[in-house]
């Protein structure tokens, strides 16, 4: 039973990553359709930035994460401006690649600024703490924590302010959000750089549990992939709640069906979703 | 029309070049680059037969080249059998799955496909790096032998394995330049094109899209054969998407959807590659952002570039040609046509 | 026995009802025509009767075969072509070479004919080119066959799409807007063609919203309204139909 309820509380720190990088994701795709493969990469950046803003220049923890928003999300805005903008009226394989080629060179210019070899983050919450007999440390909770509260503040964005608005205005209908006047330069620029910072601050808080390697954003954009197919392209409600899904059946899995294969269980999701509705689950039908 | 010729010349002169390339050098690396050279190729080619013509883009092709190299591996190393009919195995075998993966993978498109296949790459890589019991894991299998000779011929010197390899590319070569200026080759096009268009002038996309895929999975296999027979072993890592990038990367440099894309692009990157020397394993810095910017710029790679600027040149020739004759024919007509393409 | 016909064809997208039971028949070797404000469920209804969408409810009946499962490729080979509104034409290739491909479901080579190039290849490939000349005749635009498809004006790609969809050796043809986006003498050019396809015993059915066009040459007019059939009949019979006018003139106030 404790063994239970300890899975279901990594599922639960580990679903948490997940719905953030896959929020960002979705945002992009919901506004542009395009399948951003860059994004893996736009996290990994974003647990270098943070580590070596609290190493080189020995900055706070939360300070070091707030110049790595910063700084992915503008890495993800260039992104917007330089490749897919000028892209957005090409057949679709082109995009994909564009966004590949972006991808493997911010892999190997990790890997030549930082080097190949895995790092740890250290974190001023190692400490361990128990809460209701289980065994828990802070960063983990954190994590948790610190995940919901960007999603609240991200959704009260998207839904009370003006500038959120027009996200989800443009992500319902491109060409009458352009009627209506809504700049979409400008909302396609914003969201990028949402889906950076968000990819940011999921790999910030998620390494000091796991490591920083320039490989590290390869298995979490897959699974983003997975999560924002089994929540609907482009939903951000579906976002949150399959990162839960994945985060939750993974954790099960590597304890009652094998840890080798923890990582398959998501693709293993894919295949069965794709294979029984090959446009994705709810997905518009018709066109 | 001659841009035929032109397409015909690259080929004869690389078949040329290539034929007599080991009699020139001594130099048994070179020979080696090159033979590694050839066999990427032919997986290229069957990356450019599903990407480039009829628009699917696959990430799984690692995936199929890893199961075509672990398949011979496995039967001669393992299951000790004659290294042909090995060989003839392990493309049966990619191709079967090849066929089961298509059947399913093939009924979604676009964004879904790719990350579909990106996902089942991934999955064939994990099989072979967890299933220790039939692949060795990351300790990988070792002592795979060379192809058996045929009577007198053996294959184990580099230059005879060298031939061996450009028998299978110029094989390759040959299937596909017949494919493409086929009945079949002009139906996967219109598939690229438009898939409804493809369907109302009476098109079986599905069949077609899946004879495409099996075929291309089976060069991505034969490649990964050769790979295995020639390196004489092979880890996990030659199913990891890093494999895919760099196929993928040698198909856009050279142009997709192009006859000999894949011979150039090949070619110069894994070239340009061995002179990057140490700064090899940071090649990506240089080919990410060129692949990028060739996607932008030149979606077809340097053969459609080379293309593009002839057939303009041709055309402002013929127009030129065509002015003239317009200006007491149908001058209206002409007037308006030359306004707007001018 | 009607050449064509749709019984009671209903099409539903979640809540909307885009073709709501309409019944039609096709005149056979004349210029039928639909009509109807945007959005009234036209293109929807070609896409039924072409099979890219399967309908709710009721019957596709050509030639007294149902065709209403049948995917659109079957279809194509039974003798019903289509063109789209935009026409996807693949520009690197010449006009030519985006024919060709048009009578390949009259061939029968597979992969391993052009693999071997057998001399069934051979004499398909001939066929087909042949086929596609003798239909860019037709057309009016052998003198572009060698041109790049991606220079040509909005009207010859019109022409060449009515090409490709007469190389499939068609019984009838459904054209979506065949004059959408070309001047006033280029229509009267699109619609003379037309004529000379009925000539050569080939049906048409076109959506089109150039009604001075349409009063002219159809033979049989369809009105569509939000889905369902307004009114059906001659030119001037539509002309004077107290339905339709109202339902343009409300249509034309509202938008």
Known sequence: MDILIQQLFNGLTIGSVYALVALGLTLVYGILHIPNFAHGALYMMGGYITLTMMTKFGLHYWIAIFVSIIVVGFIGVLMERLVFHPLRESPPIQDKIAAIGILLFLEAFAQYTWGAEYQSMPSPYGQVVEVFGLTLTMQRILIVVAAVIVMILLNLFLRKTYTGSTIIAMSQNREGANLVGINTTRVAMLTFMISGGLAAIAASISAPINLVFPGMGQLVILKAFVIIILGGMGSIPGAIVGGYIIGFSESLGATYISNDYKDIIAFFILVIILTVKPTGLFSKGGH | MSAVLNKRNIIILFVLVSLVFPLITTNTYLIHVMTLAFIWMIGVYGLNLLAGYTGYLSLAHAGFFAIGAYGLGILTVKAHMSFWLAFVLSLLITGLLGLIVGLIALRSKEHFFAIYTLCLGYIIYLVIDKWESLTEGVRGLIGIPAPQGFGPIKFETEKSHYYLVLFFLLLVILVMYRIVHSLSGRSFIAIRNSEDLALTIGISTARNKLTVFVLSTLFAGLSGALYASFVRFIGPDIGNTAVIFDMLTYLIVGGIGTLTGPLIGTLLVIWLSQLLQDFQQYRMLIFGPLLTLLVIFYPRGIVGGVTDIYRKRMAKKEKQLAGKKDSYIQSDLGAKNQVKEG | ?255
Do not use: W
């Not at chain 3, 009607?2 to 039609?24: M, S, Y």
């Not at chain 3, 959506?207 to 159809?218: F, P």
């Open chain 3, 1 to 255: 026995m009607i050449f064509l016909e749709t019984k009671n064809l209903t099409k539903k997208f979640g809540g909307n009802v885009a073709v709501n039971n309409v019944d039609f028949t096709v005149e056979k070797g004349k210029i039928n025509a639909i009509i109807g404000p945007n959005g009234a469920g036209k293109s929807t209804f070609f896409n039924l009767i072409s099979g890219f969408h399967s309908p709710s409810s009721g019957q596709v009946i050509f030639k007294g075969q149902d065709i209403t499962k049948l995917p659109s490729n079957k279809i194509a080979e039974l003798g019903v072509a289509r063109t789209f509104q935009t026409t996807n034409l693949f520009d690197q290739a010449t006009v030519l070479d985006n024919v060709i491909v048009g009578h390949r479901l009259r061939t029968k080579s597979n992969l391993f004919d052009a693999i071997l190039r057998t001399s069934r290849l051979k004499r398909e490939e001939e066929q087909c080119r042949e086929k596609a000349m003798e239909v860019l005749e037709f057309v009016g635009l052998e003198h572009l066959a060698g041109k790049l498809a991606g220079g040509l004006t909005q009207e010859e790609k019109k022409r060449t799409a009515f090409a490709l969809a007469l190389a499939t050796d068609p019984e009838i043809v459904f054209l979506d807007e065949p004059a959408g986006g070309v001047n006033p003498s280029e229509t009267d050019g699109l619609a003379e063609l037309m004529q000379k396809m009925v000539d050569k015993g080939i049906t048409v059915c076109l959506i089109e919203h150039k009604m001075q066009m349409i009063m002219r040459i159809a033979h049989k007019i369809m009105v569509l309204n939000y889905g369902e059939k307004i009114a059906e009949g001659r030119p001037d019979e539509i002309r004077n139909n107290e339905t339709v006018i109202k339902a343009y003139l409300g249509g034309s106030a509202s938008a």
